[in-house]
């Protein structure tokens, strides 16, 4: 029978224990590892979006991890080119690399009740 060396594994074994102990608790922002994308984490729930802003680096890679409490809201930003739904228990992910610095309004694009028309966000790339 053949033995398998299980500390190369320790490092995935660690971080899943991590994610266990900390109970699901989300990090509005961390880097996925040391060399990849950092991710943003954004809750959208009737009419908002929580942080109401987040501040990007131009060329830098992210992930936007995008998830509703409530219902599915919309997530539109035109001038970056993007357009997606966030349907309540499916996270939905965002690979992004903004271009262009500026400030860019995020809208829900979904129709969801009377407050809909104030639901924004903002989006600074330097």
Avoid: W
Wanted: proline letters at 6%; aromatic letters at 4%; glycine letters at 8%.
């Amino acid at each position: 029978m053949k033995t398998r060396d299980y500390r190369k594994s320790l490092p995935a074994i660690a971080a899943c224990a991590a994610v266990v102990l900390a109970g699901g608790a989300m990090v509005s922002s961390h880097r996925a590892n040391a060399a990849g994308p950092q991710i943003v984490e954004i809750k959208a729930k009737k009419f908002d979006f929580s942080p109401a802003e987040i501040v990007l680096k131009k060329g830098e890679p992210v992930i936007l991890r995008l998830t509703s409490e409530d219902r599915t809201h919309g997530f539109l930003i035109k001038p970056l080119n993007v357009d997606a739904d966030i349907a309540p228990g499916h996270p939905t992910d965002i690979s992004l690399v903004p271009n262009a610095a500026g400030e860019y309004v995020v809208i829900c694009d979904h129709y969801c009740g009377i407050g809909h028309g104030n639901m924004k966000m903002k989006v600074t790339v330097r």
